[in-house]
């Protein structure tokens, strides 16, 4: 591999991090609460609400429906609103971001509604209030399964984060199309592979030992 | 502990002693089916009642009322002489801090350490870390659990998990500590084990306990009074060694059946209601009418009259409750309405449950 394409891997390495990094960090801010959103107003929770639980609940199926490769495109004016510009890295933030928080909504949503009914009873029986439930029962006890949902959402932000060549944002997806597929250089293919394989594991990992270190069940 | 000591402490607990839970006329439904259907019940200041009934006769639904957890459809309930009927949420909470509640599945909080369990009350209460973390260990020293302060439930046992349950029930000084089966899921050891703390609370601390619960063996080893309910109605209620001795409903009974002696089932199998060669007698006895030598005194006047064939006597707060069979040959008839008489005038309360008609 030349010195040229072995830079060029390492800045779309950089690429996909800030890609990921930041999409991630984004759908983590508004997903939780959104979960959060729909388990408490779901049948049976501690602030029922059919209405909004049904309205959040279409939002987010509609979100997730859209193929990604199309709401990339389709969300190229909201994107140009927010940064100013429809092309590159930080451009393609904004849409994977869009994406990520709805599914990421979901897999917080069935974490926090795995939580014990008893435990809400019991701080209820307590004198806690709504927003007590919350921050000393429902987010501590699902915090686990909150943080290994985030493991998957980065992992699948990454696959997601190929297709932002499309807009020239760039990254390793973009790399292993451009050179690997369509130029046929199959080093450049491995070699983006392999380092996808090593960041896949490594954000796994690191998962997994910190879901290892809050779960005390 | 209580924060009011009035004049008039001088009196005599439980009968004249201030009423901390009152409920009228309760009814609570699920549907069209009652879950609470015009309940009743008092229960006094320092006093264990034990709430027993079948799954579904509504007791839970009724423990669950006591601190709003659940809401009547209509009726009164008082705690501490304040009607809660009606308040939300929001009211409810400082009520709640009056109430401790234990249960079946301990609900302790997984991702939270011992110490940090049994002072969430307090933190919920906005009492100071260091004076929170303090009163923990208080409690756990009383629980018997100071070892555990920094553990998480998961390392506990069962009964130790039941400690740190009653330990944060205890943590705001509760007037009123409910139990939901809180015992169900332990062994019979740790059963008892756990009675016996909560006992012990009762009479160190004063603290009134309802606990609820389909083993007629808890309400036997710690209750003062029983209430049973059945479909949603109290029907009996009343001092434990009293209703041990004289159940009134069948549901009482019933429940009562692994607790007190029945006649061997090869026996009752066997017996004819009209005619046999002995006559099979049940005799209850209960409070003073158990301390006499009834037998002796029954053997000395009718030589001959009876043979023992199943029974007992129970102490139950402290008071014998004995229940026996006894088989009367019935070769001289009257024989039979002497030891009935005889045993009448000793206050037992007698029943001819039928005629043996294969005894050898």
Same mark, same amino acid.
């Given at each position: 591999?030349?010195?040229?394409?072995?830079?060029?891997?390492?800045?779309?390495?950089?690429?996909?991090?800030?890609?990921?990094?930041?999409s991630?960090?984004?759908?983590?801010?508004?997903?939780?609460?959104?979960?959060?959103?729909?388990?408490?107003?779901?049948?049976? &929770?501690?602030?029922?609400?059919?209405?909004?639980n049904?309205?959040?609940g279409?939002?987010?199926?509609?979100?997730?429906?859209?193929?990604?490769?199309i709401?990339?495109?389709?969300?190229?004016?909201?994107?140009?609103?927010?940064?100013?510009?429809?092309? &590159?890295?930080?451009?393609?933030?904004?849409?994977l971001a869009?994406a990520?928080?709805?599914?990421?909504?979901?897999?917080?949503?069935v974490?926090?509604?795995?939580?014990?009914?008893?435990l809400?009873d019991?701080?209820?029986?307590?004198?806690?209030?709504?927003?007590?439930?919350?921050?000393?029962v429902?987010?501590?006890?699902?915090?686990?399964?909150?943080?290994?949902?985030?493991?998957?959402?980065?992992?699948?932000?990454?696959?997601?984060?190929?297709?932002?060549?499309?807009?020239g944002? &760039?990254?390793?997806?973009?790399l292993?199309?451009?050179? &690997?597929?369509?130029r046929?250089?199959?080093?450049?293919?491995?070699?983006v592979?392999?380092?996808?394989?090593?960041?896949?594991?490594?954000?796994?990992?690191?998962?997994?030992?910190?879901?290892e270190?809050?779960?005390?069940? | 502990?209580?924060?009011?000591? #009035?004049?008039s402490?001088i009196?005599t607990?439980?009968?004249?002693?201030?009423?901390?839970v009152?409920?009228?006329?309760? $009814? *609570?439904?699920?549907?069209? #089916?009652?879950?609470?259907?015009?309940?009743?019940l008092?229960?006094?200041?320092?006093?264990?009642?034990g709430?027993?009934?079948?799954?579904?006769?509504?007791?839970?639904?009724?423990?669950?009322?006591?601190?709003?957890?659940?809401?009547?459809?209509?009726?009164?309930i008082?705690?501490?002489?304040?009607?809660?009927?009606?308040?939300d949420?929001?009211?409810?909470?400082?009520?709640r801090?009056?109430?401790?509640?234990?249960?079946? $599945?301990?609900?302790?909080?997984?991702?939270?350490?011992?110490?940090?369990?049994?002072?969430?009350?307090?933190?919920?209460?906005?009492?100071?870390?260091?004076?929170?973390?303090r009163r923990?260990?208080?409690?756990l020293?009383?629980?018997?659990?100071?070892?555990?302060a920094?553990?998480?439930?998961s390392?506990?046992?069962?009964?130790?998990?039941?400690r740190?349950?009653?330990?944060?029930?205890?943590?705001?000084?509760?007037?009123?500590?409910?139990?939901?089966?809180?015992?169900?899921a332990?062994?019979?050891?740790?059963? *008892?084990?756990?009675?016996a703390?909560?006992?012990?609370?009762?009479?160190?601390l004063g603290?009134?306990?309802?606990?609820?619960?389909?083993?007629?063996?808890?309400?036997r080893?710690?209750?003062d009074?029983?209430?049973?309910i059945?479909a949603?109605?109290i029907?009996?209620?009343?001092?434990?060694?009293?209703?041990?001795a004289?159940?009134?409903a069948?549901?009482?009974?019933?429940?009562?059946?692994?607790?007190?002696?029945?006649?061997?089932?090869?026996?009752?199998?066997?017996?004819?209601?009209?005619?046999?060669?002995?006559?099979?007698?049940?005799?209850?006895?209960?409070?003073?009418?158990?301390?006499?030598?009834v037998?002796?005194?029954?053997?000395?006047?009718?030589?001959?009259?009876?043979?023992?064939?199943?029974?007992?006597? =129970?102490?139950?707060?402290?008071q014998p409750?004995?229940?026996?069979?006894?088989?009367?040959?019935?070769r001289?008839?009257?024989?039979?309405?002497?030891?009935?008489?005889?045993?009448?005038?000793?206050?037992?309360?007698?029943?001819?449950?039928?005629? =043996?008609?294969?005894?050898?």
């Amino acid at each position: 591999m030349t010195p040229i394409m072995f830079n060029l891997l390492l800045r779309s390495l950089w690429e996909t991090i800030l890609m990921t990094g930041a999409s991630g960090l984004i759908s983590l801010v508004f997903g939780l609460p959104l979960g959060l959103a729909l388990v408490l107003t779901n049948k049976g &929770g501690i602030a029922e609400n059919a209405w909004i639980n049904g309205i959040l609940g279409a939002i987010i199926n509609g979100f997730r429906s859209v193929p990604f490769i199309i709401l990339l495109v389709a969300l190229i004016p909201v994107t140009r609103l927010i940064v100013g510009t429809a092309l &590159g890295t930080w451009a393609a933030i904004v849409p994977l971001a869009i994406a990520a928080t709805p599914y990421y909504a979901r897999i917080a949503e069935v974490s926090l509604r795995e939580v014990d009914r008893g435990l809400i009873d019991a701080v209820r029986a307590m004198g806690g209030n709504r927003w007590t439930i919350i921050r000393e029962v429902l987010v501590p006890e699902a915090l686990p399964g909150i943080v290994a949902g985030f493991t998957v959402t980065l992992v699948t932000l990454i696959g997601a984060s190929a297709m932002a060549g499309a807009i020239g944002a &760039g990254g390793l997806g973009d790399l292993a199309i451009r050179y &690997g597929y369509q130029r046929f250089e199959t080093t450049v293919m491995v070699a983006v592979v392999a380092v996808l394989i090593v960041l896949v594991c490594g954000i796994q990992w690191l998962g997994d030992r910190l879901v290892e270190r809050l779960d005390h069940k | 502990m209580n924060s009011i000591v #009035t004049a008039s402490v001088i009196e005599t607990p439980q009968a004249t002693a201030e009423a901390v839970v009152r409920l009228v006329d309760v $009814h *609570r439904h699920f549907g069209t #089916t009652p879950a609470l259907d015009g309940v009743a019940l008092t229960v006094h200041k320092g006093e264990i009642l034990g709430v027993i009934g079948r799954s579904g006769a509504g007791k839970s639904t009724l423990i669950r009322c006591l601190n709003g957890l659940e809401r009547p459809d209509r009726g009164l309930i008082e705690i501490e002489g304040r009607s809660i009927v009606g308040l939300d949420e929001k009211e409810l909470q400082p009520l709640r801090r009056r109430v401790g509640m234990i249960f079946q $599945h301990f609900n302790l909080l997984a991702s939270r350490t011992v110490e940090e369990n049994v002072a969430l009350p307090l933190k919920i209460a906005g009492v100071a870390k260091t004076e929170r973390l303090r009163r923990a260990h208080e409690l756990l020293e009383l629980v018997g659990l100071a070892g555990k302060a920094k553990a998480y439930p998961s390392s506990l046992s069962g009964g130790q998990k039941q400690r740190v349950g009653i330990a944060r029930a205890l943590a705001a000084r509760p007037a009123l500590l409910l139990s939901d089966e809180a015992t169900s899921a332990l062994d019979p050891e740790t059963t *008892r084990s756990i009675l016996a703390l909560l006992k012990d609370i009762n009479r160190k601390l004063g603290l009134t306990i309802i606990l609820i619960t389909h083993e007629m063996e808890v309400v036997r080893s710690i209750a003062d009074r029983v209430a049973v309910i059945d479909a949603g109605r109290i029907v009996e209620e009343g001092q434990v060694w009293s209703v041990f001795a004289d159940p009134k409903a069948p549901i009482t009974r019933s429940l009562l059946s692994g607790s007190r002696p029945q006649l061997p089932e090869h026996i009752a199998a066997r017996l004819s209601p009209t005619s046999g060669e002995e006559a099979i007698i049940s005799i209850d006895m209960a409070g003073l009418a158990a301390q006499g030598a009834v037998f002796a005194d029954l053997s000395a006047a009718l030589p001959q009259s009876f043979r023992l064939v199943h029974g007992g006597i =129970d102490h139950i707060q402290n008071q014998p409750v004995a229940r026996f069979f006894i088989a009367v040959p019935m070769r001289d008839p009257a024989l039979k309405d002497k030891v009935l008489q005889f045993l009448k005038a000793r206050s037992a309360r007698v029943e001819v449950l039928g005629y =043996d008609t294969d005894h050898v």
